[in-house]
DNA sequence: CAGGATCCGTAACGATACTG
DNA sequence: CAGTATCGTTACGGATCCTG
């Protein structure tokens, strides 16, 4: 794969298929999610209260999308009330390995970030003066 | 760095900021634009084509992110007409070679997934009939 | 040529209500 | 409990125009 082979000259159009695989792992959810998952089977809401903040729209979609890849492993046992556990697939344990190894990168990498963006604003801040203004 | 120190009541709350670090270089025109730096510097519209579909605002905006977390440096040459040449810096190649990793494995594993998306597609299908109903 | 400002459509997302 | 359906909002992304 090199960066050439996109393709998308409106809007959302294919580009190369991994691409698409990437951005389930990465998204928003699906980091966390795998995450979650990376340490024991979750059942839905006991993920929805782990992860926090998602809503059940979105963790439903987010699952689905993860299920469909291959990555999670959906066992619905049917009782009442309904009682459905995620796990994660081999697959799936290597992607959130991977990402979450990404994760690990970002955060020891933070301080550098950090420090970068205050170099960066405060050289912004000369150009066009502030509160601190030295007029 | 655990998944419940998320924080999003509302909308696009802080939350962890590593999160914000992957999110950018995992973004869309990000992922390509750390890739195509990795081999070589680009000025600005060539950078644009070689990525291919980005528009000049995605682009711009992208490699202001990638700048400011101190993943890319900005050489702007004061002649007419401009000149501009964007590079990675040291933190940002290690950004680079990790999305590229994730990329690269993500590949690897395309066809495990194409093929678990069938089985999905495919046991869906066998529950709600379609052109193939078996009635 | 590099990019800032603006306008606008789309689609992602969140909250809620409802169903099995 | 585990979702699906619907709706309203928002912000993301693209096209265009314009300036240094």
């Known amino acids: 794969m090199n ?3 996109v393709r998308v000259p409106g809007v959302n159009q294919p580009m190369c298929p991994s691409r698409l695989v990437l951005e389930h792992v990465t998204s928003r959810w699906g980091v966390l999610v795998l995450a ?3 340490e024991r089977s979750y059942r839905f809401s006991e993920l929805r209260r782990t992860v926090g903040g998602v809503s059940e729209k979105m963790l439903a979609q987010t699952l689905q999308t993860l299920e469909r890849d291959g990555f999670v492993h959906r066992d619905a046992k049917p009782v009442i009330p309904p009682r459905v556990d995620y796990s994660l697939t081999p697959l799936g344990a290597e992607a959130a390995e991977q990402v979450w190894g990404l994760a690990r990168w970002a955060e020891r990498r933070l301080e550098a970030v950090e420090s970068a963006r205050e170099t960066y ?3 912004r ?3 066009a003066p502030g509160p601190v203004g030295q007029a």
Chains 1, 2 share one sequence.
């Open 3 to 5: 960066v050439s082979s």
């Open 36 to 38: 979650a998952l990376l």
């Open 121 to 123: 604003d405060g050289a």
């Open 125 to 127: 801040s000369q150009a």
